[in-house]
């Protein structure tokens, strides 16, 4: 921790000075791992988005964002690269096609999108758009992404994935579908679905493409590995499998039996749980080859991984292995299995939701202000108690150990000894702060004196945290940096913005995206303004073990500070509901021109106020108008007058129109300022 004023030098000169460098905070935030090859962080100390990789130009996110400020888009703001979209279909479908070549496998590869890991229909058209010249279609896990599925893809060679629980409507249109000119094919993910699909055959005198799901008995590592292996909720056994070839068979439908599906979880960290679940699937399908059906088609699901924390490692933020080794995997594996019995390969199919969808936005939001424990040393009163006069001493014995090191006396006081002495000063003003509080309890002390107490307990940590050398930092002095860490206020709604990390706990990368020319001299957290406990944003990617608190600039009201949550745009964009009351963000697409720079192709404004109250069932205009009597009421009465009373229903009228997050900063309630 630093003083308050050498933090706020900010130009490169001091910083430089302090010996810091751009590389550092690149290194520090990890981005130049996680971000590869798209993010990064410029001379000028702010975050750079290539959305090309390598072969496109770079974006200043500052720029970026104070440009779309200029657009009157406020923060928090959900900003979506399309051209990362288009980077990552066609670097998923080079690496399929690499493989392919590496083993000369005589197929080829034909991936669909799973529309739940991103609904919104701007990203699927993209997708559509930008998968046309490889077939690329979807994959629908409902009766609702069907219809969004067929709505959307309109190439007759792309596959049309159907998952999920299927009734006998889900059926009849998928079967339907077939007629329209699409490639349904619907995926028999439980016993009682065989039944269904023969009579809706027959009603309809067509059948769709059909799948069976199979259970695999290798179990995922990932986060959702319970929900798979034998006692998954979906696919068949591998005896209801064995039943449901001999049901089609008997309706005649054999002949639909294309393709074979296999889903082990999603964010598969460890490559060899994919190797055994590939090599037991690609024996069922010789075996489903070899009982008859044509097959055709085995689809691997999703579960190809993103590295949030940039480890490469088989952890649950991480995975140990590259977008290549997993196409080499699958396809190595499907030869190997169908080649010795003179089995015809598969087309491979993969429904790769969140290695397409993470990378592609960013979500930036703004510091409204911080939070920390006061730390001032109070004054000191006539008469103080015994435990206020020992807490006065340890800190007094602090000030000379301080001086000490103020006048390079140190030397006399090796490393070790010095963090001894840290440490009984803090394990002093721990048990003098408790005998304070027993006191107080006791009523034996008074409301002044306690506060005097916990300052100066305080103020005992700040010093500490000052003097403790940068390398070496004792397990037990760590918690007190915890202790002295900053709330930074967010202009957000974490649940909403970001409902992985509340629902599961999973990791996203979250930085600052400018000031990194300067080092973080304060360590904090985030929490958003819902004032729910589950509102916090305190586990932060880290090499090993995720870290708790994360390192950041000094807050101050003059400048803007900006922080971006990267890799969001698998899952988080859906999942939100409208929590608390606050809406969703405003959203913007973000395409590179050819003159290098970029322009907006779609806008996304958030929820106003008025039209979140409506999806909870309140009546804006009802709401008003009893506001309205309400403070008629108060105006008869002599409690308001007049123009008060309009000056009120003109914020509430205006509020109702506004986007449920604050446009302005927030005073601070930091007291050290
Ligand atoms: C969720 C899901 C996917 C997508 O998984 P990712 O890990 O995002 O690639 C694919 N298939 C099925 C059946 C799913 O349930």
Redesign the pocket.
């Known amino acids: 921790m630093s003083t308050p004023a050498a933090a706020q030098t900010s130009t490169s000169d001091a910083a430089e000075l302090a010996g810091w460098s751009v590389a550092d905070s690149a290194a520090l935030y990890g981005v130049n791992r996680w971000g590869d090859p798209y993010f990064s962080v410029n001379s000028q100390g702010n975050v750079q988005v290539k959305p090309q990789g390598e072969r496109g130009a770079a974006l200043d996110m500052v720029e970026l964002v104070k440009g779309l400020q200029g657009r009157n888009l406020s923060l928090p703001l959900l900003i979506r690269f399309d051209n990362i979209l288009e980077d990552r279909l066609e670097r998923l479908h080079q690496a399929f096609e690499q493989a392919i070549g590496t083993y000369n496998y005589p197929g080829r590869y034909q991936g669909v999108f799973?529309v739940?890991?991103n609904q919104q229909r701007h990203v699927v058209e993209q997708l559509m758009e930008s998968g046309r010249r490889w077939h690329f279609g979807l994959?629908a896990?409902s009766k609702a992404e069907l219809l969004i599925a067929l709505s959307l893809l309109d190439d007759p060679e792309a596959l049309l994935i159907c998952?999920?629980y299927k009734d006998q409507r889900y059926i009849e249109t998928a079967i339907l579908a077939r007629r329209l000119g699409r490639q349904p094919v619907v995926v028999i993910e439980q016993p009682d679905e065989v039944d269904r699909i023969i009579t809706a055959s027959h009603d309809l005198g067509a059948a769709p493409l059909i799948g069976i799901?199979a259970k695999l008995s290798a179990r995922s590592t990932?986060r959702w590995g319970s929900s798979v292996g034998d006692k998954a909720k979906?696919g068949l056994a591998i005896p209801d499998v064995l039943a449901t070839v001999e049901a089609l068979r008997n309706a005649n439908l054999l002949s639909e039996l294309r393709l074979l599906?296999f889903?082990i979880?999603?964010?598969?960290n460890d490559i060899a749980v994919l190797k055994d679940a590939l090599q037991e699937a690609g024996q069922i399908y010789a075996s489903l080859s070899q009982l008859g059906a044509p097959m055709g088609y085995l689809d691997v699901?999703?579960?190809?991984?993103v590295d949030y924390d940039g480890s490469r490692t088989a952890t649950s933020a991480s995975k140990n292995y590259s977008l290549q080794n997993y196409a080499n995997d699958v396809v190595a594996t499907a030869k190997e299995c169908c080649e010795p019995w003179g089995i015809t390969v598969p087309t491979l199919v993969?429904?790769?939701?969140?290695?397409?969808?993470s990378h592609f936005s960013v979500l930036v939001f703004d510091v409204l202000g911080t939070g920390t424990v006061p730390r001032g040393v109070p004054i000191q009163a006539d008469s103080e108690s015994l435990t206020v006069r020992n807490l006065r001493e340890t800190l007094n014995s602090l000030s000379v150990l301080e001086s000490q090191v103020d006048q390079k006396l140190e030397s006399s006081l090796t490393t070790q000894r010095k963090l001894e002495k840290l440490q009984e000063a803090w394990n002093d003003a721990v048990k003098f702060k408790q005998d304070a509080l027993a006191a107080f309890r006791l009523g034996y002390l008074s409301l002044t004196e306690r506060a005097t107490a916990e300052q100066l307990t305080w103020a005992c940590a700040d010093r500490i945290a000052n003097l403790l050398p940068e390398t070496v930092i004792p397990e037990e002095l760590r918690a007190l940096r915890a202790a002295l860490a900053k709330t930074y206020y967010a202009n957000l709604s974490i649940f909403r913005s970001a409902p992985d990390t509340w629902a599961i706990d999973q990791l996203f990368p979250v930085m600052p995206i400018h000031r990194l020319n300067e080092k973080p001299e304060e360590l904090g957290s985030f929490a958003d303004l819902t004032c729910d406990s589950d509102g916090k944003l305190e586990r932060f990617i880290n090499s090993g073990q995720a870290k708790t608190l994360l390192e950041l600039h000094t807050f101050n009201h003059k400048q803007p500070y900006w922080i971006g949550m990267f890799l969001a745009g698998?899952?988080q964009e859906v999942m939100g509901n409208l929590h608390n009351l606050f809406g969703s963000t405003n959203a913007v697409n973000i395409r590179l021109n050819s003159k290098g720079g970029y322009q907006l192709d779609h806008v996304v404004k958030g929820d106003t106020n008025a039209q979140v109250l409506e999806a909870m069932e309140h009546n804006p205009s009802e709401l008003l108008e009893r506001l309205r009597m309400a403070s008629e009421a108060a105006i008869s009465s002599g409690q308001l007058n007049i123009k008060d009373a309009s000056r009120l229903m003109d914020h509430l009228e205006s509020s109702l129109r506004q986007t449920t997050y604050l446009n302005n900063c927030l005073q601070t309630t930091d007291q050290q300022n």
């Open positions: 799973p739940k890991c994959e896990g998952n999920g799901r990932g979906f599906h889903h979880g999603s964010q598969i699901g999703g579960g190809l991984g993969s429904e790769s939701g969140r290695a397409i969808a698998a899952y």
